[in-house]
């Protein structure tokens, strides 16, 4: 394992309401990423970090913001959760960007909004 | 729009034989690209990159080609072992600054005993 930790790894909640998903890192890599995985649509870039407190929209942004306070934990919060968000989300990190390096990802965390 | 496209959901395979799994993009700018495999209930890991430098990358049994002109990499998985049985990604990226790594669809490989 790369060192990533995704909490909860399973949650089920609520349309309308907030959620938060959390991925901590401990291999002190300046990149991370949140990722979405749909069937028929592969993986998905949601966010991305490019150091504390720089962050960039991926593809699919609309709905989520994100937040970097330290250099080992990124957040990804869905102001107010739709079920077109159900999803699993991954975190990834990398040391010199995805350019040309690879991304290792976190398990992933299961979310089901109802 | 699909930049990365993977046209087979699945392949199947018998175990000691070549798996070949292959992808096509659309954007000519993309310079590096990669394959992962994912198992249920996992993330993503990594398994072989190759720049647009090249044509063709070794680890092991995979075997990454890249055909620039026509837009096209496969991965190559000689032999096929049931453990390989996985979803299979390919992605791409325009290298450099750019952060936005993009995926393919996937492909399901089940390697038979």
């Known amino acids: 394992d790369a060192g990533i930790t995704q909490s909860p790894r399973h949650k089920v909640t609520e349309t309308g309401t907030p959620v938060t998903l959390r991925c901590h890192q401990t291999?002190?890599?300046?990149?991370m990423y949140w990722y979405r995985q749909d069937p028929g649509h592969g993986l998905r870039l949601i966010h991305y970090?490019?150091?504390?407190?720089?962050?960039d929209k991926g593809e699919v942004s609309d709905g989520y913001s994100v937040s970097r306070s330290k250099t080992e934990d990124f957040l990804l919060t869905l102001e107010s959760a739709t079920s077109s968000q159900t999803s699993v989300y991954f975190c990834?990190?990398?040391?010199?960007?995805?350019?040309?390096?690879?991304?290792?990802f976190g398990n992933g965390t299961r979310l089901t909004v109802t | 729009d699909q930049q990365v496209k993977q046209n087979s959901p699945s392949l199947s395979v018998q175990e000691g034989r070549i798996s070949i799994l292959n992808c096509d993009y659309t954007?000519?700018?993309?310079?590096?690209f990669l394959w992962y495999k994912k198992y249920p209930a996992e993330g993503p890991t990594f398994l072989i990159s190759?720049?647009?430098?090249?044509d063709k990358n070794e680890d092991g049994r995979f075997t990454v080609f890249l055909n620039k002109s026509a837009k096209h990499l496969s991965l190559h998985i000689v032999p096929s072992q049931p453990g390989d049985s996985a979803v299979y990604f390919c992605?791409?990226?325009?290298?450099?600054?750019?952060?936005?790594?993009?995926f393919g669809t996937g492909t399901l490989l089940a390697v038979q005993p």
């Open positions: 990834a990190i990398s040391e010199t960007g995805a350019g040309n390096s690879p991304l290792h």
């Open positions: 291999e002190n890599h300046r990149y």
């Open positions: 970090s490019y150091g504390v407190k720089d962050t």
């Open positions: 954007n000519s700018m993309f310079d590096y």
């Open positions: 190759i720049s647009s430098i090249k």
């Open positions: 992605a791409a990226n325009y290298g450099g600054a750019t952060n936005k790594l993009i």
